[in-house]
Every structure is written in structure tokens, then in C-alpha cells.
């Protein structure tokens, strides 16, 4: 699975409207592109997508600060869920 | 016949300081017009001066003049008396706020004279101003401003009135600005420009960590112009000198100022580069600067005077320019609000503080908010009002009247906490002041208790919904529903939801700037604030309530009520504000026929954490010089 290409589809059609692509290590919380309920949105959009469930801990900016963080946190989450 | 010194007013340190140096070279008996409370004000003025033996001699001096009160009576101890009349202007001109406001108080300060001079013995005036002016806000043309105004129409009335009733007139242009209240450090050119300097750069570094480290700053070569560099010693010197200096006419205009004109762009680069190793460069035209460059830059262009003086305008006294120094030590102020309790209807016990005597304000806070963030203004406050403030209810289910999860406090329960505290304090008359979602109570208070409020005070408040408020909503409030939607039906998304805002998640200080985020810095909640700003999120409980207790204030549409005001109200904005948008309080100011509305440039959201002085300045005119019912329509005397 594209993690990252559903990951953009989504950020774009669902929380980031005025934008046509997004880069890769392109800030998106310290640029304010998403905000503290989109985070949330996106958190559940991921959960449900990808068969994932976040913890706690898992609510760091580091994890959602770039698309290319969000698509290594879900890398992470999902290879846990196959080990398990 | 006995020659006396009578002092118009005394309002600041330079009029003490100055009074005591007359007193100590003419010998003669010092007289000035002042209430109790004046009197009072000045002494604690006096208690922030830091040589003790400076202090106290100023202290005797003050103790030693003999004060009127003003009023006729008063006025014939000046009878059988040689009178020599003292005046320097008495307004407070950080913003042009309150021009017209302004221009009736000094005609009540000339027509007073004017009576003294028509009924005593009068035998020379001497008046002092300034000449620097605030250029920018254009009262007559784009070059002028209301205090030049003002100094311009009394200069003009003082030579008029000693021509028509031959009294010696001799008038000082001084680069004095008029008010020096604080002791500790004399108010220049350059210590109000270090100051501003030092709070930009708190500022920017709270936001964006490492910016100065990377970038240097831009200011436009359109901010240059020339100041003189004379202490407040300096300039009493020459116009005691210049007073006692023969003279063969009528009425005299003396202009002191420095040996040399010194670029306000070298005092700029100086302090940049020697106190906080920042690169100045200077750029041609004001489009070569970033966002973060152009706050100062607003900030300069609103808050700086400017040396104003026509050429060949009154004969030039030259002093050498004085070392100013622009490192100043903060002055720690010890500060012990007196805790209470008040026991509420429904059995409930509710805390609050009051600090200082005289008139009342009472603070109703935001939601959510510790009483902590309102401790820098109410420092200020303190020194000559009482002030009233607590920590808004609701927020812990205990708090409730019923300690459910369920009930919310809404604004009418904070409304009745407003009524218990006043109550309790046996207040009679007071001022009302809330920030943010403080708002809508005080509002409230104050239509349902109109005999008790003299005036209005609202700092960065949330008033929506208005019909058209949509395009002003913050972020947080139209994502409100969906935030309690999603928490309600997701548990744990509560939990992640509170985690990444009391982690710091969001508003957390911005890495590395980037024109992406130019906006975003004015949302950057510094961390030094995160914990009297964020308490709601440590707990779901309190999270929970805080969020309830927002659905509630939001349900609320004040525009019916604001066509029942009638007292002076101030609505104090921040043009950068993203959580109650400043185009709320002008609404508000459109609405209200009694109204001012101020909009600081670049400025958050933190308005009374992060432009306190700023803050205190504006209300303090609001209180000079708003007409309050109880003052029987005349102006604060202080």
C-alpha cells in the first residue's frame, strides 16, 4: 500500500483545501497548514484506514509534523500490528 | 508683597525634581494645585527612586510645598501674593486615542490659569513642553499630532494671555517626555526604544527560538531621524539658568537641546548589536522586510516619537548630550494581593484577590485562564486603583453548584459570582474589565446592574455570534462542535486530543522561519505562558468543562445588549489576535455610542501578558479621561 499517497490524497481533499500538492518534509503543524482538531481527524482517518490504533505516547509532533513523518509513524504502527 | 512659586500641576518625578531644585535655588515658598489623591500618587512616584538619599530629600521637598486643592476657595491663599506660575503639559500621549477627550481637559487646565491670572498677582509664567511629537497619527497634517498640538495652541494662548495682562512669559522646549513615573529609570528616548527593543526580541525568541541567530533584523531607512541625549538633571539645570537670565522682552521661547543630533538608527544598531549580538542592516525600502522585521517596524512607526522643531523657532540652548544608558535592571516588585473568600447561594466557596486602593476595577477573567497571567497589569493597576479578580468558576465539577459532570457554568452563574464578590467587597460604584471570554458576564453585569458601573474595559474580547461575525471566528470556536462531537463519541480521542495541546503539540515554538509560517507565529503560545494559559488541558475533567463551558459563552448574541450602553467603554484590541479577532471589538465599538476602539499593531492575543505597559497606558487614559457619571462630568485629577 501507497501510505503516502493516500496519506496527501487526504491531508489535501479533507483538511488542507487551498493547497494542489504538499512535500514531502514540508512542515505542516509549525506552518499551521493543520491545527489541533485536523490532527484529530487525521488520527482517525488513520486509524480506520490503515487498521491502526494510536496511543498516548504516540502524540508527538515528531509523528505528524511532515507527511513523511506521518508515513514512517503508520510504516511503524503497522509493521507492529504484523509482528503481533 | 511675598513672591511665591506656584506649580500649575504636578504630575510626575520631572515635576517633583523639578520644584525641588526651584525651591532649593529661589528660596521662596512653593505652592501647587492637587488633590489628595494627586498627593498621594506623587509620593509613591517617589518611592521608585533607588539612591535612598536622593529619594528622601525629594520626599522633604514634597512634604515641605503647600498643596491646593484647586477650587476657588483654596485659591485665596494666593491672595496678597507675588505669583510665578509653573505649568508643563499634563496628558498622556502614548496613542491618539483620546484627541478630543485630550483637547477638553487641557481647556479646562488653561481656563484655570487664565482665572489666576485674571484674580492674583501674577508675575511671569513659565511654561515647559516637549518637542517631540507622535508624527505618524496626523491630527492636523501627516506630520503633526495632538501633543505637538496641544503644546503649539497653550504656548500660543500663555504668550497671549502675559501680553494682555503684561505678565513675563518664558516658555521651555525641552526634549523631556512628560510623564517620568518611574524613579528607577529616567523615561528617554533611548530607555523607551531599549525597552520596546528588549520586548521585540522576548518576543520573536518565544516564538521562533533561533531566528536572531540566523537572521539579522531590517529596518527601513524611513525610521532614521535625530534625537538629543539630555538627562532630566541636565535640562532643569538650563531652565532654572535660563529663568534667572536677565531678559528685556516680554515673553521668551528657549529650545534645549544636546551639542549634536544623534541618529536614532545608531542608537538602534547599538543596542541590537551590543546587548543582544543582532545584525542590523538597513534596508532602502520598507518591501525588503520579512514578517518578523515589519513588527518592529509597526511597532516603531505607532509607538515612537519624533523629534519635531521648526527652524529658527525660539532661541537654541545648548548643553552637552548626556551618556543615556540603555541597559536597564529590572525592578523586581513585590507583589501580595490579599486572598478572600465569598461564600456563593448555592453554598459554594469562591476565591478572589484585591491589590490597591482608590476606584474599583473589577476583572473578570477568561475562561480557563489563571488569575496568575493578569499579575504584570495588575502590578501597575495596584499602585493607584483597587482591583478585584478571581479564577472563573466551572472549570472543576466541584465548583458546580450541584458538583455534577453534567451541569455547566454559564455565564449567568459567573455573572452571580460577579454580584457575590461585589457584594461581599461592599462596593458601591466600580469599573468593569474582562479579557476574552470574560466578556459576555461583565457585559451582562453591567445591564442587569447599570447604577453600579461607571465604565467598561474590555481587553481582546470575544463577542460573537453578530449577524456577519462568521469571517471572525477563531479557529478553536468553529471547530468547537466537532471537537466535543469527536471527543464525545471517541473516549480516547479526548485523551489524544488533551495530550497534544497540553504537550505543546500545537502553538509550540516554530523551529525555523519560513514565509509559510509568517502568520502562524501570531498563534505560538511561548512557553513561559503555556501554564497559566493551558490549565484546562491538564485534566479531562477540566477539559471537559472548559469546552462546555466555550458551547455555552458561544450561544450567546449580545446584540441587544449593547444598545443598552451607556458608559464610557474601551475595547482594547490586537490586530494579530486569532482567538477573538480584533474586527469583533470594533463591531462592538460600532454598536456602542460611548466607545473607543484601539487596535495594537502586531500584537497576539496576549495582549495584557506580552504589551502590559501598552495596556496600562491606554486604560490609564481611559480613566483620566473618560466622563464618568459619578465624577460629576469632570476629569480625574491625579
Not at chain 2, 463577542?463 to 468553529?478: D, I, L, N, Q, V
Request: a negative charge.
Amino acid at each position: 500500500m501507497d501510505y503516502k499517497e493516500t496519506i496527501k490524497k487526504y491531508l489535501l481533499n479533507e483538511v488542507i483545501h487551498d493547497m494542489s500538492d504538499l512535500e514531502d518534509n514540508q512542515q505542516l503543524i509549525d506552518s499551521g497548514l493543520i491545527d489541533s482538531i485536523s490532527i484529530v481527524k487525521v488520527i482517525i482517518f488513520f486509524e480506520n484506514e490503515f487498521d491502526i490504533s494510536f496511543e498516548e505516547k504516540d502524540m508527538s509532533p515528531i509523528n505528524f509534523e511532515t507527511v513523511q513523518a506521518m508515513v514512517d509513524t503508520v510504516s511503524k504502527k503497522t509493521q507492529k500490528y504484523h509482528i503481533y | 508683597m511675598e513672591e511665591i512659586i506656584l506649580f500649575a500641576r504636578i504630575h510626575d518625578i520631572f515635576g517633583i525634581k523639578l520644584m525641588s531644585s526651584i525651591k532649593d535655588t529661589c528660596k521662596k515658598m512653593i505652592y501647587y494645585i492637587g488633590s489628595d489623591e494627586n498627593q498621594k500618587h506623587l509620593f509613591s512616584l517617589l518611592d521608585t527612586i533607588q539612591p535612598i538619599d536622593e529619594k528622601d530629600k525629594l520626599k522633604e521637598s514634597l512634604h515641605n510645598i503647600i498643596r491646593l486643592s484647586g477650587s476657588m476657595e483654596s485659591l485665596e491663599l494666593l491672595k496678597n501674593k507675588k505669583v510665578s506660575l509653573w505649568i508643563y503639559d499634563d496628558i498622556y500621549f502614548s496613542t491618539d486615542t483620546y484627541e478630543q477627550e485630550i483637547l477638553y481637559y487641557n481647556t479646562e487646565q488653561m481656563n484655570r490659569l487664565e482665572y489666576i491670572a485674571e484674580n492674583y498677582e501674577c508675575k511671569e509664567i513659565n511654561y515647559m513642553s516637549s518637542y517631540y511629537s507622535y508624527y505618524h497619527h496626523g491630527y492636523r497634517d501627516e506630520n503633526s499630532d495632538i501633543f505637538l498640538y496641544v503644546r503649539e495652541i497653550n504656548e500660543a494662548y500663555l504668550v497671549q494671555l502675559g501680553k494682555e495682562k503684561n505678565i513675563s512669559t518664558k516658555i521651555y522646549r525641552t526634549p523631556i517626555l512628560y510623564c517620568q513615573r518611574d524613579g528607577a529609570q529616567y523615561l528617554s528616548f533611548e530607555n523607551i526604544l531599549s525597552h520596546r527593543i528588549q520586548e521585540y526580541v522576548l518576543w520573536v525568541e518565544s516564538r521562533i527560538p533561533n531566528y536572531f541567530k540566523e537572521n539579522s533584523i531590517h529596518i527601513p531607512k524611513t525610521l532614521d531621524g535625530d534625537i538629543y541625549s539630555l538627562s532630566v538633571e541636565t535640562v532643569i539645570a538650563k531652565i532654572i539658568e535660563m529663568y534667572h537670565a536677565a531678559k528685556d522682552t516680554l515673553y521668551e521661547i528657549y529650545s534645549i537641546i544636546g551639542d549634536k543630533k544623534i541618529s536614532v538608527l545608531d542608537i538602534m544598531n547599538n543596542i541590537f548589536t551590543n546587548q543582544y549580538k543582532i545584525k542590523v542592516q538597513v534596508a532602502n525600502v520598507e518591501e525588503k522586510l520579512n514578517s518578523i522585521d515589519a513588527i518592529f517596524y509597526k511597532i516603531y512607526q505607532y509607538h515612537f516619537p519624533r523629534l519635531w522643531m521648526k527652524e529658527g523657532e525660539g532661541k537654541s540652548c545648548v548643553c552637552k548630550n548626556d551618556e543615556i544608558s540603555t541597559c536597564f535592571n529590572r525592578v523586581e516588585v513585590e507583589f501580595a494581593p490579599s486572598e478572600k473568600i465569598v461564600y456563593l447561594d448555592n453554598g459554594k466557596e469562591l476565591e478572589y484577590y484585591t491589590a490597591g486602593e482608590g476606584e474599583t476595577i473589577v476583572i473578570v477573567n477568561a475562561y480557563g485562564v489563571d488569575a496568575d497571567a493578569w499579575t504584570k497589569l495588575i502590578i501597575m493597576l495596584s499602585a493607584d486603583y483597587r482591583v478585584v479578580y478571581w479564577n472563573t468558576r466551572g472549570i472543576y465539577d466541584a465548583q458546580k453548584p450541584d458538583g455534577s459532570r453534567e451541569y455547566i457554568c454559564g455565564v449567568d452563574d459567573q455573572v452571580a459570582d460577579i454580584e457575590a464578590i461585589i457584594n461581599n467587597e461592599g462596593l458601591d460604584k466600580i469599573h468593569i474589565m474582562s479579557w476574552c471570554s470574560g466578556a459576555k458576564a461583565a457585559l451582562f453585569y453591567y445591564t442587569k446592574h447599570p447604577d453600579k458601573v461607571l465604565s467598561q474595559i474590555f481587553v481582546c474580547g470575544e463577542f460573537a455570534p453578530f449577524e456577519g461575525s462568521k469571517p471572525y471566528h477563531s479557529k478553536f470556536r468553529e471547530n468547537i462542535q466537532l471537537i466535543a462531537e469527536i471527543i464525545r463519541n471517541d473516549k480516547k480521542m479526548l485523551d489524544f486530543y488533551m495530550k497534544i495541546i497540553h504537550s505543546g503539540m500545537f502553538n509550540r515554538p516554530i523551529k525555523e522561519y519560513d514565509i509559510a509560517n509568517q502568520n502562524y507565529i501570531f498563534e505560538v503560545m511561548p512557553e513561559k505562558h503555556r501554564d497559566c494559559l493551558l490549565a484546562p488541558f491538564k485534566l479531562k475533567e477540566t477539559m471537559v468543562n472548559f469546552l462546555n463551558l466555550c458551547i455555552e459563552y458561544y450561544s450567546h448574541d449580545i446584540t441587544e445588549l449593547l444598545g443598552m450602553v451607556s458608559i464610557p467603554t474601551l475595547l482594547i484590541s490586537a490586530e494579530c489576535d486569532q482567538v477573538a479577532p480584533h474586527m469583533q471589538s470594533k463591531w462592538v465599538y460600532s454598536k456602542t455610542s460611548d466607545s473607543i476602539f484601539i487596535c495594537f499593531p502586531a500584537a497576539s492575543h496576549l495582549l495584557i501578558l506580552e504589551r502590559t505597559k501598552d495596556v496600562y497606558e491606554i486604560i490609564e487614559q481611559h480613566m483620566k479621561y473618560s466622563r464618568f457619571g459619578s465624577r460629576n462630568d469632570c476629569f480625574k485629577d491625579r
